[in-house]
């Protein structure tokens, strides 16, 4: 039997197709980068992280220019587990913006043990550790504990500490009160550092009054190096001593 020859038309009418195919291709993907290439990322609730820095634990190369494609990695993809965020929703605004709303954890403070911060939730549980303190966690001493794991319960010396301690980082929070420390001593009495001061709060039920007052008072002693003794404070001025600290 003699061997059939291809067609020379055949050869080039499949390759006129295939190119068709690429081309109508090309021009789609052409399309749908234009169409909808991300412009704008608005985020909402962060505080623990920069917006590069947390947009980069998300998202990543073409995901980041699509729209599309961003929604898609979040919808299919799961949520990516972030140290000291609890969750985040990504909502499309158009064909060319992206909104995250982002819900972090709560967490009340943190003690340092051997080098580590470990921070703790509103009910004492141990949720995230790191090598450096996170700007507006206050660093907590005094608190008594026989040890410390990651994901379980600090057991200290009471309780109901628990809810002074997140009493007081929620207000601090709320009168942007930058407090790098909150201490204990063995009464149970609560003491700030703020930058240069030390402020004496006292044992209370509750610490809006203190607080409040001392958010009043920041910008008049900027800079200043004193010992601020609002323990007894409750609504008087009488009540309130500041002197300069003894170096």
């Known amino acids: 039997m003699k061997n059939q020859k291809k067609k020379p038309g055949g050869i080039k009418k499949g390759s006129v197709c295939l190119l068709a195919v690429l081309f109508a291709v090309a021009v789609f993907v052409l399309v749908f980068a234009s169409v909808y290439r991300l412009e704008e990322i608005s985020i909402e609730g962060l505080t623990y992280y920069t917006k590069e820095e947390f947009l980069s634990k998300i998202a990543g190369g073409a995901v980041r220019k699509n729209t599309v494609l961003f929604r898609l990695q979040d919808s299919l993809g799961g949520k990516k587990r972030i140290p ?4 985040y929703d990504v909502t499309a605004k158009g064909k060319n913006a992206i909104h995250i709303q982002v819900y972090e954890k709560i967490l009340a403070g943190c003690v340092k043990v051997m080098g580590q911060y470990l921070y703790f939730d509103k009910d004492g549980y141990v949720t995230e550790s790191s090598r450096e303190q996170l700007p507006g966690v206050p660093l907590v001493k005094g608190l008594e504990f026989d040890r410390i794991l990651l994901y379980e319960k600090l057991d200290i010396q009471g309780d109901g500490l628990y809810t002074v301690i997140l009493n007081i980082t929620k207000l601090l929070k709320e009168y942007e009160i930058p407090a790098q420390t909150i201490s204990f001593n063995t009464r149970g009495e609560a003491e700030l ?19 409040q007052k001392l958010s009043d008072i920041l910008p008049t002693v900027e800079g200043r190096s004193l010992l601020i003794d609002l323990s007894r404070y409750n609504g008087g001025e009488e009540d309130i001593i500041a002197k300069p600290k003894q170096e």
Do not use: F, N, S
């Open 84 to 87: 000291y965020i609890e969750t």
């Open 193 to 211: 550092t703020v930058g240069t001061l030390t402020v004496e709060l006292g044992k209370r039920a509750a610490y809006d009054i203190p607080i």
